[in-house]
């Protein structure tokens, strides 16, 4: 629904439906699917939750203390390229490299979709890497490489790469924030599109959306990205916020899991838990509250009728 932190009431009532009739709905398939007898709450009744993100890239909201967020567990450092990559990244000039990928899931695009993309992004000067496991079409740009598989992290770590054009995934976003790469994004499911929102709210790239595409404003939107340094200054602050942490998230779960073998969860885990459903949402001091309004108001109400009778006399 491309919803931020900033949201109106229509926006924040959307929020609510979708994030209780979606997600119970998709549960309710998942645990039907493959015949998983689910506990009524068993969010809440884990004793720890790691949760792999960074305040920096996402919506700031508070966390109870038995919530730790880890930082970005798939975004690291790069290792070393294979040979015929790193040729192939060195040899792209001041223009860099342009990196397309559309997620492991996505193994075939409709011919329409594919002849858009790849005959826009052959109209740039840069060189482009398309990660790819489908069919390969017969016109392909001499700029353009076709992988059916690269390593998306190390890819976008390299200094060349000036674009990623992505789905929005998940981890896909959080690479291209860990190592400073503007984007574009073309959504193409539900979270994706949660995805497109963020990249607009944090200022580093722009989207388009599958339905509507076209090679024209599938161009508008890359030469808009490049050519506006500031989505790339952006995604280069972002980034630096995301790599000044004092440990990794792989060494911070590790700590927090260490922590709560060692001294137990009671000292992080809220009392929520032992409250009952008037307790928690405050129902018997509301209804003390709206108790003594009601007999106040009554009260003057009646005061001020003796005092009107008493005057009339």
Known sequence: MMLTDEMTFLARFKNLVASTLVY?????????KHNITSEKYPF????????????????????VPNIIPIGLLTA??????TSDLKEFMQNSGDEGVIVVALGTFITFLPKKTLDIMLSTIARFPQKIIFSYSGSTPRHVGDNIKIVKWFNQN?????????LFITHGGVSSYREAMYHGVPMVCIPLMIDQLDTAAKIISNGVGTYVKMKSLNDEN???AIVEVLSNEKYSN????LSAAVKDVPMNATDTAVFWIEHVVKYGSSHLTVHKKHLCVTEYYLIDVIVVIVTIMCITGWSLRRLVSMLVRGIRR
């Open 24 to 32: 119970n709905t998709d549960m309710s398939y998942v645990t039907l």
């Open 44 to 63: 809440e009744q884990a004793i720890l939750h790691l949760l792999v993100t960074d305040f920096a890239i996402g919506y700031v909201h508070p966390l």
């Open 154 to 162: 190390d890819i976008l770590a390299h200094p060349k790469t000036r």
């Open 76 to 81: 690291k450092p790069a290792n070393k390229l």
């Open 218 to 220: 599938l161009y508008e």
């Open 234 to 237: 952006r995604a280069n602050q």
